[in-house]
């Protein structure tokens, strides 16, 4: 049988005509040499105008690819409720595996029940839900803002104001790297929270929400820990355009490219890496075995890494 990969970055309504032709031709026909047939998975992402979501799905994609599987891909668009419709989808066209990047930690839960009803293996990866899935693949996030915040009490010397960029409020980073942000508060009483917002996981809002901040403490600021590289980078081009840069230290999370090369240039102090590509094809395996009644793990953990100056290097692509 002639492999075929599809992408879908479309209306639900288009998605379920094109999930509907390739389970069609999933089901009807073997490969040759094959016993069995070829796995169709549907993935629903959290959105693809994010650059570390869009790197855990090419990871994903490349990964089915090479293991003959064939990935129907939805954008949620940061919807909840648009997510569990694209879930509801795949149960109609009888996936074999369901990956779901979920939106919200509540909201997005109905979409696992739905697939657990339905006898359909699904496997959270990323980010989490209140309702447990078939397996979750990703990192502990609540150890990345320690990380973080670990990083700028040390360099403060333990005293100082700090003001922390929020991603969407309710999803699972955002809930858990708060949680870790403020377990290392704890522990440094003379090291304050100045303010707190969501920037929504966004380079221009984090710039934008970071101007604000400037002119309401100024100089008052010692330190940003932001939720991800997006609303850092834009954090220190605010601070960079104010004059501040120099004053005030920048930590944020996931180690994008472009993050990477802030580190290096110094315009970002520190970033936290995590591993787009373990976690995107560590979910379509866990796909695959789940779906052919195999074995598999119930929650795989990736390890953060704490990113400086220092090391920046080694995490940089040639």
């Not at 648009?82 to 109905?110: G, H, L, T, Y």
């Amino acid at each position: 049988m002639k492999r075929i990969r599809i992408a879908v970055l479309s209306p639900v309504f288009f998605a379920t005509l094109l999930l509907a032709g390739c389970n069609q031709s999933a089901t009807g026909e073997k490969a040759a040499g094959e016993g069995s047939k070829k796995l169709v998975v549907g993935v629903t992402m959290l959105s693809m105008q994010n650059e570390f979501i869009v790197n855990v799905h090419d990871e994903m994609a490349k990964k089915a690819e090479a293991d003959g599987v064939e990935l129907i891909t939805v954008d949620a668009e940061r919807s909840p409720l648009k997510q569990v419709e694209q879930v509801e989808s795949f149960i109609a066209q009888k996936v074999d595996a369901i990956i779901m990047n979920p939106c919200e930690v509540e909201a997005s839960s109905p979409a696992v029940t739905k697939a657990l009803a339905a006898k359909i293996p699904i496997i959270n990866v990323n980010s989490e839900t209140s309702t447990k899935p078939s397996a979750f693949v990703g990192s502990d996030d609540v150890e990345s803002a320690r990380m973080a915040m670990k990083f700028i009490a040390e360099k403060l010397g333990g005293k100082g104001n700090v003001v922390m960029m929020h991603g969407y409020m309710g999803q699972a980073a955002q809930i858990k790297r708060e949680q870790g942000a403020r377990e290392v508060l704890k522990q440094y009483p003379n090291l304050k929270l100045l303010a707190q917002q969501t920037g929504e996981w966004d380079r221009a809002k984090g710039m934008s929400l970071m101007e604000n901040w400037i002119q309401s403490y100024g100089a008052q600021i010692n330190a940003v820990f932001a939720h991800n590289d997006e609303m850092g980078l834009g954090a220190a081009k605010a601070l960079e355009d104010a004059g501040l840069k120099n004053k005030v230290i920048v930590v944020s999370v996931d180690a994008i490219p472009d993050a990477l090369q802030a580190v290096k240039k110094g315009t970002l102090d520190a970033t936290v890496f995590q591993n787009a590509e373990q976690q995107g094809s560590k979910a379509i395996d866990t796909a695959i075995k789940a779906a052919r009644g195999q074995a598999y793990d119930k929650e795989t953990l990736i390890p953060f890494q704490l990113v400086t100056k220092a090391n920046v290097a080694t995490f940089m692509k040639p």
